[in-house]
């Protein structure tokens, strides 16, 4: 067993930095490189893509992710552990170990997990007793179940520990959570019992600190964020983490960012609800028992992490279609560019409505004035220099999104002057994909783990 | 009474939680952290997010951060995917609550400004 080791988070989502998980491997020792790729809304894109062609449904970056680090990483010995196997975590590993091949990388043991796929089982999961209601709103699943664009169950931490008790080299999972990733490996190479909360805690708060990559280094950071040198190569966080549950956060000392009390501490609090019950599938963490300290430049120490046992349920996450949106902008400039956009907005709508459309909502914005802080802004209109007109439109009659998107542009020659920014072409309707949270029972549903064979 | 700005002793971040916007408030010292959890009610968070938050607000503590947590109900024009807002994911409400100001007793006032003078 081992008593320490360095896991690095390579994505904060799907779309971070491309080079930031080659840096993590490149520039100093790690043992294992986490990446999640996965929103709420990425499972139902890749849905779509699986729809349309039965080998797609994963994230495509990966492959080409291995083209640069597979080498180094199976020299060194480098674990990769990431949910970018969307739908379709099995094309993702046989993609993968194409890519071994054309580098010649042998030996090379990839697992899949998966089993969190429900789409096509929930019927049956209904009539084993499962409830999938809205977890927000109560509501029955049968509202949407005719629209269901893809329904996940979120594993934790386990599945992983057993791929890499099987082996693996690189672990390529569905729907597992973002802690997991980075909680797995503690499991597996320090021996800890899956009863022992306080241990899973530990874990879960480092996978939290690490879920959002450069969000804990620096990146968003609201404190002094002006200081903060070589952002250009921010470094993505590095949890040094202990076989008693001690966790150091760090990160490269060749890259840029800074690791501080305050930017982990604005991490912690990110996207969280009621502190003392952080609820993941492998355990409650209490986030008011994490104890802080500045242990060294760039090195924060988390310690004194408490947790409470699991609950008896995973979360699942479907998405359905939900209608059609579609956003355009105007730029106005001075003088009064202000009273120009509000001009414009007024025309845009009596046109809408003088045409009948259909509309759930229609938003208007000033992007320059007041689209982020709304009423709390007071500020001498006059003084503004442009202003972004931004109108958003959203309809379950895609042709009323459509003739908005055609509106739109006329006002260039038809409304008020000093008009520009019109090149982006007639704003496009795209649907819209609801999200709907649920609870099953964690007997109903099973995890599969499984190594691929090269072939 | 003493108006203090919260921009001159916390800083923020802000996240989505299907409709509900979190926002963490983080004071830079033990002393902030003081005035923030006298101070800092979920009632007066609501009223300043008057028009942007529609629904109730809820607070917690995390005194081993020197943070305190808000929920913000029924905020974010029905949620990440489905909002037709500029900011979905209300990733600007960390900014937005730096806007506040406080009304503190002069003792405290005292307290916070004498007792910490590094404190900006």
Redesign the interface.
């Known amino acids: 067993m081992k008593e320490k080791i360095r896991i690095a988070s390579g994505q904060g989502f799907w779309g971070d930095l491309i080079d930031a998980p080659v840096n993590q491997v490149m520039h100093g020792q790690i043992d294992y490189l986490v990446m999640d790729y996965l929103a709420e809304v990425t499972m139902s894109i890749l849905q779509k893509q699986k729809n349309k062609n039965p080998e797609l449904g994963y994230a495509r970056d990966i492959p080409e992710l291995m083209k640069r680090i597979l080498p180094e990483c199976k020299q060194k010995g480098i674990k990769i552990i990431t949910n970018g196997g969307g739908v379709n975590p099995v094309s993702c590993a046989k993609a993968c170990y194409k890519v071994a091949k054309e580098l010649g990388v042998k030996g090379l043991k990839i697992a899949v997990v998966h089993g969190d796929n429900i789409l096509d089982s929930i019927d049956s999961l209904l009539q084993q007793g499962a409830q999938l209601n809205n977890m927000e709103s109560g509501e029955p699943i049968a509202a949407v179940k005719e629209k269901l664009l893809s329904a996940n169950v979120y594993f934790g931490a386990f599945p992983i520990v057993e791929a890499l008790r099987k082996g693996a080299d690189i672990v390529i999972t569905g729907r597992t959570t973002d802690t997991g990733l980075t909680l797995a490996p503690m499991i597996y190479e320090f021996g800890w019992k899956e009863s022992d909360w306080n241990l899973m805690a530990a874990g879960t708060v480092a996978g939290h600190i690490l879920e959002c990559g450069a969000q804990a280094t620096g990146g968003n950071f609201l404190g002094d964020w002006e200081s903060i040198e070589n952002f250009e190569d921010i470094g993505f966080p590095i949890a040094e983490a202990f076989s008693t549950g001690e966790v150091v956060i760090t990160k490269h000392e060749t890259l840029g960012g800074i690791v501080t009390v305050e930017t982990v501490s604005e991490q912690l609090l990110y996207e969280i609800g009621d502190p003392k019950n952080y609820i993941t599938p492998d355990c409650v963490a209490d986030f008011t028992s994490i104890h802080l300290t500045q242990a060294g430049e760039n090195r924060v120490e988390i310690s004194g992490v408490k947790g409470t046992p699991a609950t008896p349920f995973y979360k699942v996450s479907c998405s359905y279609d939900d209608g059609y949106s579609a956003v355009g902008t105007l730029t106005y400039s001075w003088p009064k560019a202000l009273a120009k956009a509000k001009k414009a907005d007024s025309i845009l709508r009596g046109r809408l409505r003088n045409l009948g459309l259909q509309f759930d909502e229609i938003r208007t914005e000033f992007v320059g004035y007041n689209a982020c802080h709304g009423p709390l802004v007071k500020v001498d209109e006059e003084a503004l220099s442009e202003i972004m007109l931004r109108v958003a439109v959203r309809s379950h009659d895609r042709n009323s999104v459509e003739r908005f998107g055609r509106e739109l542009a006329p006002l260039i020659l038809t409304g008020p002057p000093s008009v520009t920014g019109f090149a982006g072409g007639r704003p496009k309707a795209s649907d819209v994909v609801a999200y709907w949270p649920a609870l099953i029972e964690k007997s109903l549903v099973k995890p599969l783990v499984e190594i691929i064979e090269q072939v | 009474m003493k108006k203090i700005k919260l921009i001159d002793f916390v ?3 802000s ?5 509900a916007a ?1 926002v ?1 408030v ?1 004071a ?1 010292t033990n002393k902030g952290y003081d005035l923030l959890n006298k101070y800092l009610t979920a009632d007066k968070v609501k009223v ?5 938050c529609l629904g109730k607000v809820e607070r ?8 305190l ?1 808000f ?1 913000l109900h029924n905020t974010l ?1 029905g ?4 909002s ?4 979905a994911q209300g ?2 409400i ?3 609550i ?2 506040m100001e406080l009304q503190v007793e002069e003792e405290d006032y005292k307290i916070f400004t004498n007792q910490d003078p590094e404190q900006k």
């Open positions: 800083h923020a971040r996240g989505d939680k299907g409709d979190n963490g983080i830079f300043f997010f008057d028009g942007i917690y503590e995390l005194p081993n951060l020197n943070a947590n929920i024009g949620g990440g995917t489905v037709t807002k500029l900011d990733k600007t960390a900014s937005a730096l806007r």
